[in-house]
């Protein structure tokens, strides 16, 4: 049974850190990409950031250029994303993925084949 399990969320000012970290098993990851959605209140869930197997490439929203960071680590069969500068606009659920794929036509990223449950980030004004 695959399982993604997200850890790291909690409450932070504004302009300040986070680091979520999600560990993936049940399941050889081997090929897949990995990433990062969210979902802030009664809005849609939307795209934060992914990274490629090999840790090559890496994917970012607009919103979180430059501010977030994705990493992996393939032989914990674990995703980070280190969050700086936190803004209020920020706070969401914050939901890792596996699979999917970048579509640079359009900047969007679809097909993904794992969610984990989420996990809140609050950043307060």
């Known amino acids: 049974q695959v399982q993604l399990v997200e850890s790291g969320g909690g409450l932070v000012q504004a302009g300040g850190s986070l680091r979520l970290s999600c560990a993936a098993s049940?399941?050889?990851?081997?090929?897949?990409?990995k990433g990062w959605f969210r979902q802030a209140p009664g809005k849609e869930r939307e795209f934060v950031a992914a990274?490629?197997?090999?840790?090559?490439?890496?994917y970012y929203a607009d919103s979180v250029k430059g501010r977030f960071t994705i990493s992996r680590d393939n032989a914990k069969n674990t995703v980070d994303l280190q969050m700086n500068s936190l803004k209020p606009e920020d706070t969401a659920v914050y939901y890792c993925?596996?699979?999917?794929?970048?579509?640079?036509?359009?900047?969007?990223?679809?097909?993904?084949?794992?969610w984990g449950k989420g996990t809140l980030v609050t950043v307060s004004s």
């Open positions: 993925i596996v699979g999917g794929t970048w579509r640079p036509q359009s900047q969007t990223y679809y097909g993904m084949d794992y």
């Open positions: 049940g399941l050889s990851f081997s090929g897949y990409n």
């Open positions: 990274i490629s197997w090999t840790g090559s490439s890496t």
